[in-house]
């Protein structure tokens, strides 16, 4: 399968602990984008990277949420001192040379 | 502020009819529209799009209508079949590299 992946599919925390995630795009593709999905949302744009710059961030991303793509490969998206509400599906997608974005299958974040 | 809106949370189809699915927009700006598909617990899957230049776009199944004038777009899919039965989401993007969604409309297919 050469899809987007993210990884881990799901994660449980307690609030004030930190999480990372990784997704890992479509291996030609040089942008990624991050975003947050909550129940009964579409998702929402947290950040863009074209290789391994960091293009744009939303409003959404606030100071606790950092993302990086060190080499324009795989990109890591980590929240510190979590909050309940950061519980959300976390959405990785790539793309290339179009305007069509290709979706991983997302992390289910609880924050307890 | 929701910039792309699907008014109707849910539509129901009998197998072989027509689905026909809505969404409006407010920013005049948007030059490019799409539409995923989501299952539940899985990412959304690209379906169609349509550029800004053009009103129709056709793959198979599936046909997406574009009216700039009304800021309105729609997909068909005829003929519906049970697996489609899903969470379908417009989106829009301007030169900016963002999409904006609306919140999904749930496409219940009955056999």
């Known amino acids: 399968d050469t899809g987007v992946s993210q990884d881990p599919r799901h994660k449980i925390t307690k609030r004030g602990q930190n999480v990372t995630f990784r997704c890992d795009p479509i291996?030609?593709?040089?942008?990624l984008y991050w975003y947050r999905q909550t129940l009964g949302q579409g998702p929402e744009f947290l950040t863009y990277f074209q290789n391994e710059a960091q293009l744009e961030k939303s409003r959404l991303l606030s100071d606790r949420f950092s993302a990086e793509r060190p080499k324009g490969s795989f990109s890591t998206l980590e929240i510190q001192r979590t909050e309940q509400g950061d519980s959300a599906m976390y959405l990785c997608?790539?793309?290339?040379?179009?305007?069509?974005?290709?979706f991983g299958p997302g992390t289910r974040l609880l924050v307890l | 502020d929701q910039q792309v809106k699907q008014n109707s949370p849910s539509l129901s189809v009998q197998e072989g009819r027509i689905s026909i699915l809505n969404c409006d927009y407010t920013?005049?700006?948007?030059?490019?529209f799409l539409w995923y598909k989501k299952y539940p617990a899985e990412g959304p899957t690209f379906l169609i799009s349509?550029?800004?230049?053009?009103d129709k776009n056709e793959d198979g199944r599936f046909t997406v209508f574009l009216n700039k004038s009304a800021k309105h777009l729609s997909l068909h899919i005829v003929p519906s079949q049970p697996g489609d039965s899903a969470v379908y989401f417009c989106?829009?993007?301007?030169?900016?590299?963002?999409?904006?969604f609306g919140t999904g409309t749930r496409l219940t297919v009955i056999p």
């Open positions: 989106a829009a993007l301007t030169g900016a590299n963002n999409l904006f």
């Open positions: 920013n005049s700006m948007f030059d490019y």
């Open positions: 349509i550029s800004s230049i053009k």
């Open positions: 291996s030609e593709h040089n942008r």
């Open positions: 997608a790539s793309g290339y040379l179009s305007e069509t974005q290709y």
